[in-house]
């Protein structure tokens, strides 16, 4: 019992310590050049120098942690990162790159990792009561708890033992796997207490503000194991113009095409039919040539084939599955010098501008409720290493994810609409590598009002207030209503 008591103790201590911390976002130029140090003679000190900062530096301790600075954003801010630890270029040993960049990773990720798992964890303290007494929600908390130490027993291994870093990057492995399912086992979380309770609509805020920051979380500590267990782990199997999880000449047409196919692959399967797809690319730096960026390419094909998902349905929804054409889905792709724009067009009706946040809810869906027996797993991950047999429409997730993944490197995702003509729905990524930056959550104290401030009435009259409807619908209102 008593030692029970001590390791609690511990743990807590440990998780207040590096909860402490900011995480230390990376841009995507970042994680390619430390790769490129890994696999090429790179000989200029200066880039080695930029890199062993970045690496070795240690955490960043934000002053909301420790004085409250309301002004403070809760989502981490780029600058911050530009941080300033003396370090030698001369320190890495030119004659084991391999060896030495393994180290260098290491040494940043024992740190970084329990930052960013402490940082999530102490927002999921905060969730509303009962939510985190629901069996799902205490399991994906088991599964962090469980992680946390496991990095954390790292914390000071000797960096130049070579079977250290061949463990760590198993222990990595690992814990990617163990955190497979962490998305579908929230989002049951947040069902069964939607079905034990009716939630109020701060709850529901509460819920949303934090399944983003949550899952965002997720997507970024995912990336930095990818990335370290790709580049020196035992399994060779990736793409050989692929670094890490990145593809420095991401060719997005390719990946367009590849997300459509799969897309019609469903939509047939459900409708027997599908619409057609049109690209036009409009290269704005190098007129006429063929587009590509910098990118993380399953990344991208997840935002794709939702959105194909769901243009695919709107439009065969509209014309009806016996209509002898449907129109095309066009997809416009523009390169401009701080934009790369995919724009996809269908005309499957649109959407009433009053829905157009909603749409963005978890769980928010007009499509049937999947059956729970199907043979799915539609809330995977796309981390590239997930073989899903997903459904063409149902649990709501699908814009929420995709905008996630968007915003994870300062892109976005939007959508508009003409209702009664059809939908756009615009993905921006960053055109530059090194102005995408990882966007991450930060818990602080600004981010801890989130869970406790309660909405404020509103200082203009709203259409819904009149009309007592309740801002946010999720599934199971729609079930609600449609049963009776
Ligand atoms: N292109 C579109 N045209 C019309 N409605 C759309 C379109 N895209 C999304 N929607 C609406 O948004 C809802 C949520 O989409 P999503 O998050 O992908 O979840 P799901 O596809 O599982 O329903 C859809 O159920 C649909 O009502
Ligand atoms: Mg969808």
């Not at 996809?344 to 928010?364: A, E, H, K, V």
């Not at 729905?425 to 991450?440: F, G, P, Q, R, V």
Request: glycine share 4%.
């Amino acid at each position: 019992m008593r030692t029970s008591m001590k390791i609690f103790k511990d743990f807590s201590k440990m998780l207040d310590f590096y909860s402490q911390f900011n995480p230390s976002p990376l841009s995507i130029k970042q994680f390619l050049d430390f790769a490129v140090l890994l696999i090429t003679s790179v000989t200029d000190s200066r880039f080695l120098r930029h890199m062993i900062i970045l690496l070795f530096s240690p955490p960043h301790m934000c002053p909301d942690k420790t004085v409250g600075h309301t002004s403070l954003s809760d989502w981490s801010n780029e600058k911050e990162e530009q941080r300033c630890v003396k370090a030698s270029a001369k320190s890495l040993p030119s004659c084991a790159r391999r060896s030495a960049c393994e180290r260098t990773s290491f040494i940043f990720l024992r740190k970084e990792l329990p930052v960013r798992l402490a940082n999530i964890m102490k927002e999921i303290q905060l969730l509303p009561e009962n939510l985190l007494r629901m069996p799902s929600v205490n399991l994906v908390q088991s599964w962090y708890e469980k992680s946390f130490e496991e990095i954390l027993v790292y914390e000071s291994e000797d960096t130049s033992d070579p079977k250290i870093l061949e463990t760590f990057c198993e222990r990595l492995i690992k814990i990617h796997n163990r955190h497979n399912d962490v998305v579908p086992t929230m989002a049951q979380g947040v069902i069964e207490m939607k079905q034990s309770c009716q939630l109020d609509q701060h709850t529901e805020h509460s819920i949303q503000y934090f399944l983003d920051r949550f899952y965002m979380s997720r997507i970024s500590i995912r990336m930095l194991i990818n990335q370290h267990t790709s580049l020196f782990g035992t399994n060779l199997n990736g793409h050989p113009r692929h670094i890490g999880c990145i593809d420095p000449n991401c060719s997005v047409t390719a990946v367009l095409k590849d997300a459509y196919e799969n897309a019609r692959f469903l939509c047939d399967q459900y409708y027997m039919i599908s619409p057609d797809l049109e690209i036009t690319e409009h290269n704005g730096s190098e007129p006429g040539a063929h587009i590509s960026v910098v990118y993380v390419p399953s990344h991208l094909y997840h935002m794709l084939f939702e959105l194909f998902k769901n243009a695919m349905r709107a439009v065969v929804e509209y014309y009806g599955s016996d209509a002898d054409n449907l129109p095309p889905i066009q997809v416009t792709v523009a390169l401009g010098k701080e934009d790369l724009t995919i724009k996809m067009s269908d005309r499957g009706g649109g959407i009433p501008r009053s829905l157009i946040d909603t749409l963005f809810q978890y769980m928010y869906s007009t499509a049937p409720t999947p059956s729970p027996s199907t043979d799915s797993t539609p809330l995977a991950a796309s981390d590239g290493d997930n073989v899903s047999h997903p459904l063409l429409a149902g649990y709501g997730y699908g814009l929420p994810l995709s905008r996630l993944y968007a915003r994870y490197f300062q892109g976005d995702l939007i959508i508009t609409s003409a209702e009664g003509y059809g939908t756009d729905a615009i993905i921006y990524l960053k055109a530059l590598s090194d102005e995408a930056n990882e966007l991450l959550p930060v818990f602080n104290k600004t981010s801890s009002r989130h869970y406790r401030a309660t909405i404020g009435t509103h200082d203009w009259s709203t259409q819904n207030q009149t009309m007592g409807m309740r801002q946010f619908t999720t599934i199971n209102d729609k079930r609600r209503i449609s049963a009776s």
